[in-house]
């Protein structure tokens, strides 16, 4: 009505010419669809085929088809006289084929961006397990499989898809099957799609109770603001709408406030509306109930019978209008001998003679936007994004809350005002709408097997990671300095540490080693003291000297393996081990020879005398030390030990500790002391029972027992342990095996020196060994 009597004003647009329109019914089957289009061409009467009965005021332009089935059913018929047919429903790429469908014409823009649209909305606000309602149509079966698609590219899930069939007979049954699939369902977004007609089951639900925990997601194609008064109106509180962008068009609210059926009484549409929307008639003996008052207007209605900014579906007929009608300005343009007619209607002006020029119109409407009807040039629909809100006096708005524009660059398409929106009652916040739980910060999303991505299950993060944030796929690690908290949410700084003095095992292991080595000491001290006893000279005084000032350098030696590593301790730690304890081993297999040599120098005509009291041992200890001291020198040439940070071992700290640089280099020391400890234990289990005076061959065995046993036990522990115990384990070593040493060989020497001096003479140990 709006665009007819604005044309009618337009000097410029089929000037002294009026427009008219005729409203026919539109029903929900084909056999009504074709009744009522056979009435249109007959004329108001009997409806018979090819005679019109209609002399005046024929139409030469259809503008309806609000679904595509609506339009295919008119257009079987009015294809066969080549009607023009210009359609204000959602854009449908079936109809847009010439070949079936040559007089159709199609004014909606396209919807191809509406599905990447809906999961940009999903995508903003975390909803990954969404369901779907769409009418039985092709269009709504397009639809879903290009939503389906754009959700799997974005690892969005389909929680259920549930199809709404127009049917009046099983409105019921369908509405009870889609409940329970509804109730039974823990996705809390719903996207509906599809026309209002097939839709009417769901927009008219008395079971409301359902329907109130879910968030709907729809476009405007579906009016859920259009319900009659006993539907519960708080069903779709909360709901989004994506709306196709229109422009404000200039005179339509004042057009609105202005209407009056008083003005136009021969409006019959008009009085039926005033009287369905004011529940009065316009005028005595017209209607039931009262008669209106004569200042009712459309801007006091609510939204639910009128708004009053023009809906997409609006602007779409306001534009169809003035499409026919400057297709006839066109035509009339170019066939001048038409213009003449009977009371103004140009009888000659034959329908299809409008296809040519219904395909080339292009225009500028009153807001200024392009209107074009070729084909394939309808643009890509735009959206704003409307809240719709009900409130408790039964009255509801739509506020747009965001667009999305599809010709924006990536990234600046989707714009939503989150804070603007109001959430359905039950919500009260954005909710996430997912499959499973929420993975709080310190887990992370494990995929299920044979279920849909958005299925999952949470676990920990693994050691040395964390998540700071919910539903993360992956952990992150901390950085080397840094370790994870006992939740795994954030990271903390590592505590350096390594064997210190200050702490409890260190004090405690430093102590030990000045105590056994100032013990070595006074042993020393003894022997030096009782230099010419027998038990002292027995064996070879000199080598008892060296193994036991060896012994305390030995117990010494360990103190470099406590502290803060340094490159000096570092290089000196392992290499000061090595060469003392190669310098005891080798003086105890010297002393083990010694037995021999003596034993046999007993003999008569024995050649071994000549090696008794000779300096032969000596020269073996230097030999030995010597092959050790070139090990040492190799490796400290090659690959040195160097002051490094073990991160890895323990989560909590860094462990300073010094790198062996070479871990062959590291073994072969370790390697040499063995063979010299092996070769000692042998000679010395083999000599133990010499019949000689002086035989300490019993006191080496089981010396050597005990120091092979320690480091026995030493390797698989020193490989088990990380930082500062692994530290530890070779200083215990070091010192049980010194330890051991000392007291197997030298205790029983002090205790027959200190406390039994009768027994340390010549003349008893010769009718007493101590063997």
């Given at each position: 009505m709006f665009a007819v009597e604005e044309i009618n004003r337009n000097t410029k647009l089929l000037p002294n010419m009026t427009l008219g329109f005729h409203i026919f019914n539109a029903y929900h089957n084909d056999e009504r669809t074709l009744e009522s289009s056979l009435v249109w061409l007959s004329g108001q009467g009997p409806t018979i085929p090819n005679y019109s009965c209609e002399r005046q005021g024929k139409s030469k332009v259809v503008i309806g088809g609000a679904t595509s089935e609506l339009t295919v059913a008119m257009g079987s018929l009015l294809e066969l006289y080549r009607f023009p047919q210009v359609t204000y429903g959602l854009f449908d790429p079936l109809l847009n084929d010439p070949g079936q469908f040559p007089s159709v014409y199609q004014m909606a823009p396209r919807d191809t961006s509406l599905p990447l649209a809906m999961v940009q909305l999903m995508l903003h606000f975390k909803w990954t397990w969404v369901g779907l309602v769409a009418s039985e149509d092709s269009r709504s079966e397009n639809f879903l499989r290009d939503l389906q698609e754009e959700m799997v590219r974005n690892d969005v899930c389909v929680a259920f898809i549930q199809k709404i069939f127009y049917d009046v007979t099983e409105d019921d049954r369908y509405?009870?099957?889609?409940?329970?699939?509804?109730?039974?369902?823990?996705?809390?977004?719903i996207v509906i799609y599809g026309n209002t007609d097939t839709l009417l089951t769901l927009r008219f639900s008395k079971v409301p109770h359902t329907l109130l925990y879910r968030m709907w997601v729809t476009s405007s194609h579906w009016d859920i603001a259009k319900k009659p008064g006993y539907v519960y109106f708080d069903n779709f509180h909360g709901a989004l709408i994506f709306s196709d962008q229109t422009t404000k068009i200039p005179g339509f609210k004042h057009f609105l406030k202005t209407i009056n059926p008083a003005k136009d009484p021969e409006n019959i549409f008009l009085q039926n509306f005033w009287n369905s929307a004011f529940g009065c008639a316009p005028k005595i003996g017209k209607g039931d109930g009262a008669v209106c008052?004569?200042?009712?207007?459309?801007?006091?209605l609510r939204l639910s019978y009128l708004d009053m900014t023009m809906s997409h579906q609006s602007y779409t007929v306001y534009s169809a209008v003035y499409a026919v009608a400057w297709a006839l300005h066109e035509m009339f343009l170019v066939r001048s001998e038409m213009q003449s007619n009977t009371n103004g209607n140009n009888s000659g002006a034959y329908p299809w003679k409008l296809h040519s020029f219904l395909k080339n119109v292009q225009f500028n409407n009153s807001a200024g936007n392009l209107v074009v009807l070729a084909e394939k040039k309808n643009s890509v629909a735009n959206y704003d994004i409307l809240n719709y809100v009900t409130f408790g006096n039964d009255t509801e708005v739509l506020v747009k809350v965001g667009e999305f524009v599809s010709e924006a660059p990536a990234g600046q398409q989707f714009i939503i005002q989150q804070k603007a929106i109001v959430w359905p009652r039950t919500w009260g916040e954005p909710l996430p709408s997912i499959c499973d739980k929420v993975c709080s910060p310190g887990f992370h999303i494990k995929a299920q097997e044979g279920s849909p991505v958005c299925c999952f299950d949470c676990a920990p993060c693994p050691q040395g990671q964390i998540s700071n944030q919910t539903?993360?796929?992956?952990?992150?690690?901390?950085?080397?300095?840094?370790y994870p908290n006992m939740e795994r949410i954030h990271c903390l700084p590592k505590r350096v540490t390594f064997l210190a003095y200050e702490e409890t095992l260190g004090m405690a292991l430093a102590s030990i080693a000045v105590c056994f080595s100032l013990l070595t000491v006074l042993v020393l001290w003894v022997f030096v003291k009782h230099k010419d006893t027998p038990i002292v000279k027995a064996n070879n005084r000199d080598l008892s000297y060296i193994l036991l000032l060896s012994l305390s350098l030995c117990f010494l030696c360990s103190l470099f393996f406590i502290g803060r590593p340094t490159a000096t301790n570092c290089l000196l730690r392992q290499t000061t081990f090595g060469i003392?304890?190669?310098?005891?081993i080798s003086s105890i297999l010297a002393k083990t020879i010694t037995v021999v040599l003596a034993f046999r120098a007993t003999r008569p005509g024995s050649k071994s005398r000549r090696w008794v009291g000779s300096k032969a041992p000596i020269s073996l200890v230097v030999f030995c030390t010597f092959i050790q001291v070139m090990l040492c020198a190799i490796w400290l040439l090659l690959s040195p030990p160097f002051p490094d940070s073990d991160t890895n071992s323990d989560p909590e700290n860094i462990i300073l500790e010094c790198n062996e640089g070479s871990l062959i280099a590291f073994y072969s020391v370790l390697g040499y002391i063995a063979l010299l400890a092996l070769g000692s234990f042998t000679v010395a289990f083999l000599a133990r029972n010499l019949p000689d005076t002086f035989n300490e061959a019993k006191f080496i065995t089981f010396s050597m027992l005990v120091f092979c046993s320690v480091w026995i036990s030493f390797l698989p522990?020193?490989?088990?342990?990380?930082?500062?115990?692994?530290?530890a384990v070779e200083v215990f070593s070091i010192l049980s095996s010194s330890a051991g040493l000392l007291g197997c060989i030298f205790i029983p020497k002090c205790y027959v020196i200190l406390l039994q001096p009768q027994k340390n003479t010549k003349k008893f140990l010769k009718n007493n060994p101590i063997s």
């Open positions: 509405l009870s099957y889609f409940l329970k699939k509804l109730f039974c369902s823990t996705a809390r977004v008052s004569p200042n009712a207007s459309l801007d006091t539903d993360r796929d992956q952990c992150m690690k901390c950085p080397e300095d840094q003392m304890f190669t310098v005891a522990t020193y490989q088990s342990t990380k930082g500062k115990m692994m530290v």
